[in-house]
């Protein structure tokens, strides 16, 4: 059994940037991948970035260029890097695990809140 706990959510203004952090109860290394997800009010949750890992990674379209997913092995943690914040952004974050068997992991989520 894995278990993830997110933080590093809250409140900030558009143009800002926050460090979203995973950190896991056991090791991430044998994961298959970690990722980020995001739920806004009203709407499905949806992927924003993926870790596999081997170290690729990947990104939805609407934050490339301003999220950066990275993970810290040593440390069983993953984070998520997001700058240039939009309105659009505010979410609950969640961080998933997928092992190497497919079974999925995930957190409890974290607020973000973007203001203008």
């Known amino acids: 059994q894995v278990q993830l706990v997110e933080s590093g959510g809250g409140l900030v203004q558009a143009g800002g940037s926050l460090r979203l952090s995973c950190a896991a109860s056991g090791s991430i290394f044998s994961m298959n991948a970690m990722g980020w997800y995001r739920q806004a009010p009203g709407k499905v949750r949806e992927v924003v970035a993926v870790i596999s890992r081997g170290g690729s990674t990947n990104y939805a379209d609407s934050v490339k260029g301003r999220f950066t997913i990275s993970r810290d092995t040593a440390k069983n943690t993953v984070y998520l890097q997001m700058n240039s914040l939009k309105r659009e952004d505010t979410a609950i974050y969640y961080c998933?695990?997928?092992?190497?068997?497919?079974?999925?992991?995930w957190g409890q989520g974290t607020q973000v809140t973007v203001s203008s």
């Open positions: 998933k695990g997928t092992t190497m068997y497919y079974v999925d992991y």
